[in-house]
């Protein structure tokens, strides 16, 4: 049987640090195995094409159940599928959250995860082109960039958020996170930088990393309660493969509780359902589930040089030749947080501006020139879950965001929404603006607002907590991520965060990766 110290399964912004960074220690023999090809497409390098790889063979193409508190629609959830996993298919914004985040995590019982020990792992990892300082690291494996070529549209929306009362800020991942600004990008020189670039790819010189690529991992193998290896497909053949000393699951958010329930770790009543042996019962897996809806509001416009024309010849050209232009673009390109209501330790509300109409998930077309102003609600509440269809490791789970499910979720969502169109009515952009084209002239009372919510929200893309750090009553893994009731397994992707952070979540599980890969080296 072939045997490692270390497997990871999948390959994303969690499971290639933790790999690459394991095999930093020569005696430890490391294998990462990603489900996807290699990730070298145009589609994955060029940042402005990431809505291209949407419904493609680089994205598992994930559909929820009908959602309760959406009219019965089932929600779109694109979910990248090859070396890098999402970050490859993120929009490349480099949030790190708030403070109170990490600090509340701690609160509840991850000793460890609080903002100040978890910060020198954001520096670990982080190349960011401004410099080193107290909240930025200038060496890690992750290039951090401001936008190579930053649309002038982009930049007036920022002035249009300040002129609506938000302050400036030019580091969101500093002192504060509050205010408007243009987002840094997990970018290098107007290319996309993924983990796979920053921490495979150095990995791969070493003779004691191995990447199995179009390796589907359909279940751990256990002997009692020690995870010994994990079952894979591989060239149409099935085979085990051993792990002498751990496996590392970092399938994200919604393949890792999957591969744990196919696993018999999981709510026993629902294994049962299954005919699935229960060998730890524990409801917690694949429960907790967030998300952060999104709503866009779309305005028509006289700007020039929104990324209506990112495809013209000269645009193909400039990007080519020089690595600039609106190919560069990250589409989210300008940004804010905010509260919407008093007593909030974080903000409810994330703003993701872009120079161009963006609507179900850049699927939608208009005629004429555009921008958006997403509405990210990073401070929602509402919960849901993922399920197995069925014990077959290839039928995909059945996930149920039960968006809205909490109402404070919706008053925040209008209320940004509100704010939105103050933003887009503010000085800066007046002399640019045309029609709104969604929600539209129409809907203007907050109940209309509520309803075209229901009926064309979507989300930024952040399945989390679904494999919680907690208690083995209350979560799924320890403050180490090792998963309770088993030896020898842990978590070490964004299904761990105990409740989701208030921004993008490439970057803390980036972070998850870097610590993960900390703990195990220090217990081995
Ligand atoms: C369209 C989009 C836009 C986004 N925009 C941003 C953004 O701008 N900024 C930001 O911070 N975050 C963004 N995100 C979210 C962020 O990228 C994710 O939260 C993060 O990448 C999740 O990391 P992960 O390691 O948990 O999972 P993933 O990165 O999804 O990694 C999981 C890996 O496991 C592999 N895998 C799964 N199952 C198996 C199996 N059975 N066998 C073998 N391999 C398997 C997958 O193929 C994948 O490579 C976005 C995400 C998407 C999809």
């Known amino acids: 049987m072939t045997t490692f110290d270390y497997i990871v399964v999948g390959a994303g912004s969690g499971g290639a640090v933790v790999a690459g960074r394991l095999s930093e220690n020569s005696s430890a023999r490391v294998l990462l195995i990603e489900a996807g090809g290699s990730g070298r497409h145009l589609n994955i390098q ?15 193409e994930f559909y929820t159940e009908p959602e309760p508190h959406l009219n019965g629609r089932k929600i779109y959830q694109p979910r990248g599928k090859y070396l890098g996993g999402c970050s490859g298919m993120n929009a490349m914004i480099y949030i790190r959250g708030n403070r109170a985040d990490y600090d509340g995590w701690a609160k509840a019982g991850a000793v460890g995860w609080s903002y100040d020990e978890v910060l020198p792992l954001f520096k670990r990892s982080e190349h960011n082109s401004r410099g080193a300082n107290d909240f930025h690291g200038s060496t890690g494996p992750l290039y951090i960039e401001d936008p190579r070529s930053p649309n002038e549209l982009s930049q ?3 002035e249009a958020m300040a002129a609506t009362g938000l302050p400036r800020n030019d580091d969101f991942n500093g002192s504060d996170q509050l205010g408007a600004g243009l987002y840094q990008l997990t970018q290098h020189r107007g290319q996309r930088w993924t983990t796979a670039d920053g921490y495979v790819k150095p990995a791969r010189k070493r003779d004691n990393f191995t990447v199995w690529t179009d390796t589907f991992v359909r279940r751990l193998q256990l002997d009692g309660d020690r995870v010994t290896g994990v079952e894979v497909e591989r060239d149409g053949k099935r085979e085990v493969v051993r792990a002498d000393r751990e496996v590392i699951l970092a399938a994200g958010a919604l393949n890792t509780p999957q591969l744990l329930m196919l696993s018999g770790i999981g709510p026993a009543d629902h294994l049962r359902e299954h005919n699935i042996a229960v060998v730890v019962d524990n ?18 416009t006289t700007a020039k040089g929104t990324l ?3 495809e013209n010849p000269v645009q193909l050209l400039n990007y080519v030749l020089r690595r600039r232009g609106l ?9 804010a947080f905010f509260h919407t209501r008093a007593g909030d330790d974080a903000p409810y509300m994330q703003f993701i501006a872009a120079p161009g109409y963006f609507w179900e998930h850049g699927f939608g077309k208009h005629a004429k020139p555009a921008f958006a102003i997403g509405c990210s609600m990073v401070g929602a509440q509402s919960t849901g879950q993922v399920r197995l269809r069925s014990a077959d490791p290839k039928d995909k789970a059945a996930v149920t965001f039960n968006y809205f499910a909490e109402s404070d979720d919706m008053e925040a969502m209008v209320t940004g929404i509100e704010r939105a169109r103050e933003v887009a009515a503010a000085g800066p952009l007046a002399e640019f603006l045309g029609d709104e084209i969604h929600p539209g002239p129409k809907v203007s009372i907050r109940a209309g607002i509520e309803e075209e919510v229901r009926r064309n929200v979507e989300h930024t893309y952040h399945p989390s907590c679904t ?4 208690t083995d009553s209350d979560g799924v893994v320890d403050p180490e991520l090792r998963v309770h009731g088993v030896r020898g397994l842990r978590v070490a992707d964004a299904s761990v965060f105990p409740t989701i952070p208030h921004g993008n979540t490439h970057a803390p599980t980036v972070m998850v990766g870097e610590k993960a890969a900390a703990m195990i080296a220090g217990s081995s």
């Not at 060029?46 to 598992?60: E, L, M, N, V």
């Not at 409801?283 to 028509?300: I, Q, R």
């Not at 190919?327 to 940004?335: D, F, H, K, Q, Y």
């Open 283 to 300: 409801p917690n897996v694949g429960s907790h589930l967030m998300d952060h809806p999104m709503y866009l509001v779309n305005y028509e």
């Open 327 to 335: 190919l560069t673009s990250n589409i989210g390109e300008a940004g």
């Open 46 to 60: 060029i940042p402005a094409a990431f809505s291209k790889q949407f419904k493609t063979k680089h994205d598992w």
């Open 308 to 310: 209506a024309g990112a």
């Open 467 to 470: 494999a919680r750090i907690g």
């Open 156 to 158: 007036r929306l920022v």
